[in-house]
């Protein structure tokens, strides 16, 4: 078995106040967070050694960059640019930096803009495969990558739009005590399949808006979060995963599956010992997946599985306490990591919506990179109360 986390905590969950449309670039945002961070924890920039930053809109600029743009000198620093697993992949190294003494303090941080058109230029020059495979036949931007993905998964397992359309409607009960999320009116099914399609299958509820804003927590030892004074969670498990499945036709499982055994074994645990998941969710047959691949349900069982569950916080199977990025809104990298700071929230008992009382355990999910036919990363950590 994999060598686990004793010892790591997270602390401080920091998340900027989202905005629809926003006039300052990445930097801006990255930086509030980061100030975020040290005000929470009570420290000055000198006293962080580690950095990790995830961005798609910083232009030329890296990690390395920011540095000396908000005065930090680490001495450990990476840049993660894998999307809605940046969260989960910045954890799980950010822990390891702390194991190996590399950094005492880790700051994780996630940040995008959205200015009316940035969202299209990010989109026009998201990857080589983007440009050279998919743009020049006229399919371009995500809502075409998962409406053909969404498509394969509707034929392989008979899932119907109300499947997916539970899930979206779930997760808007949820953001509505949600300070942050942009989207709080209610939803209704019948509102959901009678939305203007979009890229079918997929109609305007099944896709995430983008906006601006950032996310950001600490990593470091259980001791050093006790002498800051700190609320924290145990990290206990931690797993990644890129290009899964490769011989697939096309994406119908993601890396979680590879790796699920070790993700529970390491920490003790089991699916039915978790009580709050946390899915990226950009797109409802994303979240299909995750229950899948992560063993809440079988290979191609997870529309049952929504229709025998109620994923509200107050139901049996609480799913995105936040309403997700579908109610939430997406901003950029940040995304990744909006489980995240929400499930360490719930689990120091400092939620920001509605808390669920009695929480011990949470799994919080990521996926990003996708490709014409798929995602490339995945990843997936296990949390659990002090």
Known sequence: MRRGYDGIVVAAPVTVPYERYSVHGAHHWLGRALHGLL????????????????????????????????????????????????????????ARAVQAGDADIVACV???TNAPDSFRATVAGFSRFTIDAALPYGAGGPN??????????????????????????SQRANA??????????????????????????????????????????LVMQEATAKNLGLAYVHLRSAI?????FPDDPIQLRGGWAMDRDDLYAMAATSPDQIGLLQTYDDYPVIVMLQLEGLGFCGQGEAPDFVRAHDLRTTGDFP?????????????????????????????????????IPGLQRALVSGFGMINY??????????????
């Open 176 to 217: 509505s005590g949600f300070p942050h999320a942009l989207l709080r009116a209610p939803l209704s099914l019948d509102q959901y399949l009678s939305a203007r399609m979009v890229a079918d299958p997929l109609a305007l509820f099944d896709c995430v808006m983008p906006c601006a804003g950032a996310e950001g927590v």
């Open 373 to 386: 036919d798929r995602g490339l990363c995945s990843g997936a950590v296990i949390l659990e109360a002090a």
């Open 144 to 169: 075409a990558a998962f409406a053909l993905l969404t498509d394969a998964y509707m034929r392989a397992t008979g899932a119907r739009r109300e499947d997916f359309g539970r899930i979206a409607v």
């Open 319 to 355: 799913h995105n306490s936040s309403g997700g990025q579908l109610s939430g809104g997406q901003a950029g990298a940040a995304g990744g990591y909006l489980g995240l700071t929400d499930a360490v929230r719930q689990l120091t008992g400092a939620a920001l919506g509605p808390q």
């Open 39 to 94: 005000q929470a924890a009570h420290l000055t920039s000198q006293d962080l050694d580690g950095l990790c930053v995830s961005s798609f809109t910083l232009g030329s600029d890296t990690a390395v960059g920011l540095t000396q743009h908000f005065g930090l000198s680490p001495r450990w620093l990476d840049h993660i640019p894998m999307g809605g697993a940046c969260g989960i992949v910045a954890l799980r190294r950010a």
């Open 110 to 112: 996630a940040g995008d």
């Open 240 to 244: 990644e995963r890129h290009n899964a």
